[in-house]
Protein backbone atom coordinates (compact mmCIF):
# COMPACT_ATOMS: atom_id res chain seq x y z
CA UNK A 1 0.00 0.00 0.00
CA UNK A 2 0.95 3.18 -0.60
CA UNK A 3 1.29 7.02 1.03
CA UNK A 4 -2.43 7.58 -0.77
CA UNK A 5 -3.88 4.23 -0.56
CA UNK A 6 -6.46 5.35 2.41
CA UNK A 7 -7.25 8.81 0.53
CA UNK A 8 -8.14 6.49 -2.22
CA UNK A 9 -10.23 3.88 0.05
CA UNK A 10 -12.21 6.94 1.14
CA UNK A 11 -12.52 8.20 -2.47
CA UNK A 12 -14.04 4.60 -3.49
CA UNK A 13 -16.43 4.48 -1.35
CA UNK A 14 -18.34 7.37 -1.99
CA UNK A 15 -21.99 6.70 -3.21
CA UNK A 16 -22.35 9.15 -5.81
CA UNK A 17 -18.26 7.49 -7.41
CA UNK A 18 -20.01 4.99 -9.70
CA UNK A 19 -21.41 7.77 -11.94
CA UNK A 20 -18.40 9.02 -12.66
CA UNK A 21 -16.78 5.91 -13.83
CA UNK A 22 -16.68 6.74 -17.53
CA UNK A 23 -14.80 10.20 -16.47
CA UNK A 24 -12.45 8.22 -14.21
CA UNK A 25 -11.47 5.63 -17.01
CA UNK A 26 -11.23 8.45 -19.47
CA UNK A 27 -8.60 9.97 -16.89
CA UNK A 28 -6.76 6.66 -16.10
CA UNK A 29 -6.46 6.25 -19.81
CA UNK A 30 -5.12 9.84 -20.11
CA UNK A 31 -2.64 9.20 -17.44
CA UNK A 32 -1.06 5.87 -19.24
CA UNK A 33 -0.93 7.44 -22.55
CA UNK A 34 0.66 10.96 -20.95
CA UNK A 35 3.45 8.44 -19.09
CA UNK A 36 3.73 6.10 -22.01
CA UNK A 37 1.80 3.48 -19.68
CA UNK A 38 4.00 3.33 -16.63
CA UNK A 39 1.83 4.79 -14.25
CA UNK A 40 -2.19 5.12 -14.24
CA UNK A 41 -4.44 6.09 -10.98
CA UNK A 42 -3.98 3.06 -9.31
CA UNK A 43 0.01 3.88 -9.31
CA UNK A 44 -0.66 7.03 -8.19
CA UNK A 45 -3.40 5.40 -5.15
CA UNK A 46 -0.08 2.97 -4.74
CA UNK A 47 -2.00 -0.21 -5.10
CA UNK A 48 -1.40 -3.11 -7.26
CA UNK A 49 -3.03 -3.25 -10.99
CA UNK A 50 -2.68 -4.34 -13.95
CA UNK A 51 -3.90 -4.02 -17.53
CA UNK A 52 -5.79 -6.84 -18.82
CA UNK A 53 -6.17 -7.16 -22.73
CA UNK A 54 -8.65 -9.96 -24.16
CA UNK A 55 -9.86 -10.49 -27.72
CA UNK A 56 -13.70 -8.80 -27.88
CA UNK A 57 -15.75 -12.09 -28.00
CA UNK A 58 -16.92 -10.69 -30.96
CA UNK A 59 -14.97 -8.53 -32.97
CA UNK A 60 -11.75 -10.43 -32.20
CA UNK A 61 -10.00 -7.14 -31.62
CA UNK A 62 -7.85 -7.01 -28.65
CA UNK A 63 -9.22 -4.65 -25.99
CA UNK A 64 -7.34 -3.24 -22.62
CA UNK A 65 -8.62 -2.44 -19.30
CA UNK A 66 -6.54 -1.11 -16.70
CA UNK A 67 -7.62 -3.17 -13.03
CA UNK A 68 -6.71 -3.04 -9.47
CA UNK A 69 -5.39 -6.53 -8.59
CA UNK A 70 -4.67 -8.52 -5.70
CA UNK A 71 -1.47 -10.54 -6.12
CA UNK A 72 -1.80 -13.75 -4.55
CA UNK A 73 1.40 -15.95 -4.93
CA UNK A 74 2.47 -16.36 -8.09
CA UNK A 75 -1.41 -15.44 -9.41
CA UNK A 76 -3.53 -12.32 -9.82
CA UNK A 77 -7.16 -11.61 -8.31
CA UNK A 78 -9.47 -9.53 -10.46
CA UNK A 79 -12.80 -8.55 -9.65
CA UNK A 80 -15.68 -7.52 -12.09
CA UNK A 81 -16.70 -5.17 -9.41
CA UNK A 82 -17.30 -2.10 -11.83
CA UNK A 83 -17.50 -0.14 -8.83
CA UNK A 84 -21.15 -2.23 -7.90
CA UNK A 85 -22.72 -1.47 -11.02
CA UNK A 86 -26.36 -3.21 -12.54
CA UNK A 87 -24.36 -4.73 -15.00
CA UNK A 88 -20.92 -6.75 -15.28
CA UNK A 89 -17.85 -4.71 -17.10
CA UNK A 90 -17.80 -5.90 -20.77
CA UNK A 91 -14.70 -7.45 -19.94
CA UNK A 92 -16.14 -10.20 -18.21
CA UNK A 93 -17.62 -11.44 -21.04
CA UNK A 94 -14.86 -11.36 -23.16
CA UNK A 95 -12.83 -13.07 -21.30
CA UNK A 96 -15.39 -15.87 -20.05
CA UNK A 97 -14.78 -16.48 -24.08
CA UNK A 98 -11.21 -16.62 -24.02
CA UNK A 99 -8.85 -19.60 -23.27
CA UNK A 100 -6.21 -17.42 -22.48
CA UNK A 101 -5.38 -13.22 -22.15
CA UNK A 102 -2.23 -11.02 -22.35
CA UNK A 103 -1.56 -9.09 -18.58
CA UNK A 104 1.14 -6.12 -18.28
CA UNK A 105 2.17 -6.72 -14.93
CA UNK A 106 4.77 -4.37 -13.20
CA UNK A 107 5.71 -3.24 -16.67
CA UNK A 108 6.06 -6.96 -18.34
CA UNK A 109 3.63 -8.78 -20.12
CA UNK A 110 2.63 -11.76 -19.47
CA UNK A 111 0.44 -14.57 -21.22
CA UNK A 112 -2.37 -15.73 -18.02
CA UNK A 113 -4.98 -18.49 -17.96
CA UNK A 114 -8.24 -17.68 -16.00
CA UNK A 115 -10.45 -19.04 -13.75
CA UNK A 116 -13.77 -17.36 -12.18
CA UNK A 117 -13.84 -18.70 -9.03
CA UNK A 118 -17.01 -19.77 -7.20
CA UNK A 119 -18.54 -21.18 -3.71
CA UNK A 120 -16.27 -21.12 -0.99
CA UNK A 121 -12.60 -21.10 -3.41
CA UNK A 122 -14.47 -17.29 -4.28
CA UNK A 123 -15.43 -16.49 -0.74
CA UNK A 124 -11.72 -17.01 0.44
CA UNK A 125 -10.43 -15.05 -2.56
CA UNK A 126 -13.00 -11.89 -1.97
CA UNK A 127 -11.84 -11.79 2.10
CA UNK A 128 -8.23 -11.81 0.21
CA UNK A 129 -9.51 -8.82 -2.02
CA UNK A 130 -11.30 -7.02 0.67
CA UNK A 131 -7.92 -7.06 3.01
CA UNK A 132 -6.36 -4.70 0.15
CA UNK A 133 -9.35 -2.60 -0.97
CA UNK A 134 -12.05 -2.98 1.32
CA UNK A 135 -14.52 -0.74 -1.32
CA UNK A 136 -15.76 -4.33 -2.73
CA UNK A 137 -18.20 -5.09 -0.31
CA UNK A 138 -19.55 -1.57 -0.73
CA UNK A 139 -19.51 -2.74 -4.47
CA UNK A 140 -21.50 -5.93 -3.51
CA UNK A 141 -23.92 -3.82 -1.39
CA UNK A 142 -25.16 -1.20 -4.40
CA UNK A 143 -25.60 -4.35 -6.69
CA UNK A 144 -27.94 -7.38 -6.85
CA UNK A 145 -25.25 -9.38 -9.34
CA UNK A 146 -22.53 -11.62 -7.92
CA UNK A 147 -19.46 -9.74 -8.33
CA UNK A 148 -17.38 -12.45 -10.22
CA UNK A 149 -13.63 -13.13 -8.92
CA UNK A 150 -11.24 -14.57 -11.04
CA UNK A 151 -7.77 -16.06 -10.37
CA UNK A 152 -5.39 -15.51 -13.17
CA UNK A 153 -2.21 -17.81 -13.43
CA UNK A 154 0.96 -17.60 -15.86
CA UNK A 155 1.30 -19.82 -18.51
Known amino acids: ?37 RYGILDVAGLPNLVLT ?12 NLLTVPDGDEWLIAGSYFGAPKPPIWVAN ?4 DTVTIRYQRRDITVSWREMLGEERDRAWETMRALW ?3 DKYAERTDRVIP ?7
Open 149 to 155: VFRLTAV
Open 134 to 136: PNF
Open 1 to 37: MGLLTPVAIKIGSISWMPKLLPQIVWTDNLVHKVTRN
Open 54 to 65: VPGRKSGIPRST
Open 95 to 98: LRAA
